[in-house]
């Protein structure tokens, strides 16, 4: 009879997740973003930045092979993940937001840390949700 992978112990596989995926990631959406934007070319930027985020920040092939290694990675990838931003610049925070909305409630829980910084508040968050919230009450007032 033969072996699958999926037919190994989760003990021996979770070794494997951790040798195969990008443990410790630090994903900086504030080293992305440049300074200074033409107000002609602001949108074209705006698609340049997603575009490099998104394939950036993608999830690691692995999680793509079937539900059950998804539901196994997931929680490897994203608890050994460290994000940090810089809500000083509007496009910076739109496109973090974007990204956190994108990988969902589950992954977000999951993120090792979520740093944000904010000049005027001096906002320290360890929370992604936290942080969501916080940005929509900041919004709403």
Same mark, same amino acid.
Request: hydrophobic share 40%; charged share 20%.
């Given at each position: ?19 195969? %995926?990008?443990?410790?990631? !630090?994903?900086?959406?504030?080293? #992305?973003?440049?300074?200074? #934007? ?5 949108? !074209? ?8 985020? !998104?394939?950036? %920040? ?9 539900? !059950? ?41 999951? %993120? ?30």
């Amino acid at each position: 009879m033969a072996t699958t992978f999926l037919s190994l112990p989760p003990e021996l596989r979770t070794e494997i997740y951790f040798l195969t %995926l990008p443990i410790g990631q !630090q994903i900086d959406f504030s080293s #992305i973003a440049p300074r200074e #934007i033409e107000l002609e070319t602001t949108f !074209q930027w705006l698609q340049n930045f997603r575009s490099k985020v !998104q394939h950036g %920040l993608q999830q690691p092939p692995l999680t793509r092979v079937c539900r !059950q290694i998804r539901d196994e990675t997931l929680p490897i990838f994203y608890g050994w993940t460290y994000v940090s931003t810089n809500f000083t610049h509007f496009w910076v925070q739109h496109v973090t937001l974007d990204w956190l909305a994108a990988i969902g409630m589950r992954n977000r829980r999951l %993120l090792k840390s979520v740093v944000a910084r904010n000049l005027v508040e001096r906002l320290e968050c360890i929370d992604a949700q936290a942080l969501m919230e916080w940005y929509r009450w900041k919004g709403s007032r």
